[in-house]
């Protein structure tokens, strides 16, 4: 078995899981820079932050409409107006719209909105920008005459200049789910939908620790888990990165990033699988089933996971692309079914 992230290259996947498959390289690389938890200071890979608790569920205040935002990390976004025409080149926008009870005039993940917990049949006739992620076709975005385009921090930046001749450009950043907290808050300013935001943050909050006690009471909380990503091999959702972190809350989660760029920081080999364990596995595969590819390989077979019947494949639309909190709500409904089963 070879070590490393796998790569785009070796097998036939189609366009929209190529695109899913950068975003969640992508999100994982930017996810790996080290910035710090937001709750309590405690570093997303530190085993000791804090889980979710009741004070989570606590009366959350809607936000009042601003045209001045600061986003999670401390920097600042302003428009001149409210923004009614909003492009979303990352999924953490279209599922903060959908929250809020918007939808985008034009997306790059189209499969994540056509789900029936998303907007279903009403998203086939919003248009899908073509082009590869953080190489979108920049006149498609035009076309859709946005006032306002969403993209990801590390990813987008590069497309600023030629954006910014016709609309505002906000590159986002999720390091944990207290990100996508902030930058739903954030956007419900800026579109003055406060009253949704409280509704959306209050049904998630209530869904975190609804989800810690859930998982305490079925020991979930010590019982080893692993979310991978794999087409022609296979990655580790690390602890510093966000899904990775957000798994961390409720499972036991070992699997720390490895250091070093990203080529190794999530780079686990089957037989370092194999060492540690897991009881349950999530598998976002992407073009090539990693439970097809490895079902035969004897050291796979020997995971604990593998040999309890224990693999599930995920839709990787919804765990890869979507880093909101509508997103985060379904992982966790469906990860604690699966792991309780």
């Known amino acids: 078995m070879r070590r490393g992230a796998f790569s785009l290259g070796g097998h036939p996947a189609r366009p929209a899981l190529k695109r899913a498959l950068v975003a969640v390289l992508s999100l994982a690389l930017v996810a790996s820079c080290g910035q710090s938890d937001p709750r309590a200071g405690a570093a997303p890979s530190d085993p000791a932050a804090p889980r979710p608790s009741a004070t989570s569920a606590a009366p ?64 086939a006739g919003i248009p899908v ?6 190489g979108e076709d920049v006149a498609a975005i035009a076309e859709a005459k946005p006032d306002l385009v969403i993209g990801l921090a590390g990813v987008h930046d590069q497309l600023r200049t ?54 305490k009471a079925a020991g979930l909380d010590k019982k080893p888990v692993l979310a991978m990503y794999g087409g022609t091999s296979v990655g580790v959702n690390t602890t510093e990165d966000v899904l990775g972190h957000f798994m961390s809350q409720f499972f036991a989660y070992p699997w720390p990033s490895k250091g070093g760029g990203f080529e190794t920081a999530q780079a686990y080999s089957i037989e370092e699988i194999l060492a540690k364990a897991p009881q349950v596995i999530f598998v976002q595969s992407f ?55």
Do not use: M
């Open 60 to 123: 959350v205040t809607p936000v009042s409409a601003a045209l001045t935002v600061t986003d999670p990390h401390g920097k600042t976004f302003t428009l001149d107006s409210k923004p009614e025409r909003v492009v979303c080149l990352t999924g953490l926008c279209d599922d903060a719209l959908v929250e809020l009870g918007l939808t985008p005039v034009a997306t790059t993940t189209p499969e994540l909105l056509s789900r029936p917990d998303y907007l279903g049949a009403k998203a």
């Open 129 to 134: 920008i073509p082009g590869s992620f953080g």
């Open 162 to 215: 030629a954006v910014e001749k016709f609309a505002p450009l906000w590159v986002i950043q999720v390091k944990s789910y207290d990100d996508s907290i902030g930058y739903l808050r954030a956007l419900a300013q800026l579109t003055d939908r406060g009253r949704q935001q409280a509704a959306a943050e209050s049904r998630f909050r209530a869904k975190l620790t609804d989800g810690v006690t859930r998982a």
């Open 287 to 341: 073009g090539t089933s990693v439970t097809e590819q490895y079902k035969d390989n004897p050291v796979w077979r020997r995971v604990p996971a593998v040999a309890a019947g224990k693999v599930f494949e995920v839709p990787a639309a919804l765990w890869a692309s979507g880093r909101g909190t509508r997103a985060f709500g379904i992982i966790l409904d469906e990860a604690l079914a699966k792991a309780a089963a």
